[in-house]
């Protein structure tokens, strides 16, 4: 490997370098959102600078060029997810609208009554919600799977609820609380054997280890742009090929259709099929240059430079008097949560603020999670790659410091 220096990428980011509240910013709001290296911002600026156009229609040159970048991309998300073509990518507007497009298609053409869809408590509620309300249309049911006391997904509680009623199972490869990363291809080997698909969200995933749709066997893997370095309002849902390829449309308009009259519409194939309307061109060229950015690193080098960086922020963090960890799965990506006893998370983030340093409080979209060990809110520390061990030096001295006033 080439190893890995977090210096050296923290340079690529213009916006690591303001202050905050008078302070050097510590970004430590990852799992929210994740910043954006200059290679993005640029290929951003360049593509409406130099070669902004609509695609698939115009027979002219930048509509040509425009098209090729468009698709470029595709090519990109696919062959960074292992997938086996560019036509098995979608575009989307991020994890959130890819799981509603598939329980609004998908689900709403596989499931009835009885039918179940099984969901670990630890889900953010983009990959909850969207399933109750299908569920609810269909008179289909939502089944909780159980977490250990660990934040893991109880595997044994999985193995009893899976039955042939189970439709679907719908996980994360990486909690946005806890962290956890569970055994993604086992469970769905597992779900497989009694014919039911896997969503996977990899909305917390991407950035942090390599993924490979194949190698895992999932039907669906969903991801953000925005946490992987790239755009918000651009996001990618792949599918298998054979389950892509029954997919029903999901909205209608221009770009999805292969001809339109009164009496007859026929559509396009996937995955034109699923993306009426003009998509997120531009979205789409600086998700590509996110994506080339982060695969020009040692990824090797990445995952274990920021397994390092948690053991060291764990350790760290146990010196604060109060200070009491959620979930300690051995499996997990760089998100600490956390309580500090007798001050209320809000209070805390304000503190870390007025110190330049951003977490997040609150429920963190994961409300059955907390409420997994007694907690309607918590403090979220969720690092990446260009986050430093003296950036956790200064979280613990602004923790230690609001302790002591
Ligand atoms: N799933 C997980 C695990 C997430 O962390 C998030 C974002 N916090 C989402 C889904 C939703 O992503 P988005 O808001 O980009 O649609």
Redesign the pocket.
């Known amino acids: 490997g080439r190893g890995f220096d977090p210096e050296t990428v923290r340079r690529d980011f213009p916006v690591l370098h303001r202050t905050v509240n008078g302070h050097p910013l510590v970004w430590l709001d990852n799992?929210?959102t994740t910043q954006k290296p200059r290679q993005v911002i640029e290929a951003l600026a360049a593509f409406y600078a130099s070669a902004n156009s609509n695609i698939h229609r115009g027979a002219h040159t930048m509509a040509r060029e425009a098209t090729e970048a468009y698709e470029g991309s595709r090519a990109a998300v696919a062959s960074f997810l292992g997938a086996p073509s560019p036509d098995s990518v979608v575009f989307v507007r991020?994890?959130?609208e890819a799981v509603n497009l598939v329980a609004q298609t998908w689900g709403r053409a596989n499931l009835g009554a009885g039918d179940e869809i099984l969901v670990p408590v630890l889900e953010?509620h983009?990959?909850i919600v969207p399933w109750q309300m299908i569920a609810k249309e269909r008179h289909a049911r939502v089944v909780p799977v159980p977490l250990g006391p660990d934040g893991q997904i109880d595997q044994n509680a999985f193995a009893d609820l899976l039955s042939f009623r189970t439709q679907l199972v719908a996980l994360?490869h990486a909690s946005?609380v806890l962290g956890t990363v569970p055994p993604v291809r086992e469970m769905t080997a597992l779900a497989h054997r009694y014919g039911a698909k896997v969503l996977v969200?990899g909305?917390?995933a991407v950035a942090h280890f390599p993924v490979d749709v194949q190698a895992l066997d999932a039907d669906f893997y969903v991801f953000?742009g925005?946490?992987l370095f790239g755009p918000t309002g651009i996001?990618a849902l792949y599918g298998k090929p054979e389950v892509l390829a029954g997919m029903r449309p999901w909205q209608g308009g221009g770009n999805m259709i292969d001809s339109v009259d009164f009496g007859r519409t026929t559509f396009a194939p996937v995955p034109h099929l699923l993306e009426a309307g003009t998509g997120n061109i531009a979205g789409a060229v600086g998700l590509r240059a996110a994506i080339d950015w982060l695969t020009s690193q040692d990824r090797t080098a990445v995952t274990a430079y920021e397994k390092a960086l948690t053991e060291y922020a764990v350790q760290a963090l146990a010196g604060v008097p109060g200070l009491e960890l959620i979930g300690a799965a051995p499996e997990r990506i760089s998100v600490l949560t956390f309580t500090l006893a007798g001050y209320d998370p809000a209070a805390v983030a304000e503190c870390l603020d007025r110190d330049g340093i951003a977490v997040r409080a609150g429920h963190h979209?994961a409300q059955p999670a907390l409420r997994h060990y007694g907690l309607e809110s918590a403090v979220r520390a969720s690092f990446a790659l260009y986050n430093t061990p003296r950036e956790v030096d200064t979280l613990v001295a602004s923790l230690q410091n609001m302790r002591q006033q």
Do not use: P, R
């Open positions: 799992g929210a991020g994890t959130t953010h983009s990959n994360s946005n969200d909305a917390q953000s925005h946490k996001g979209c």
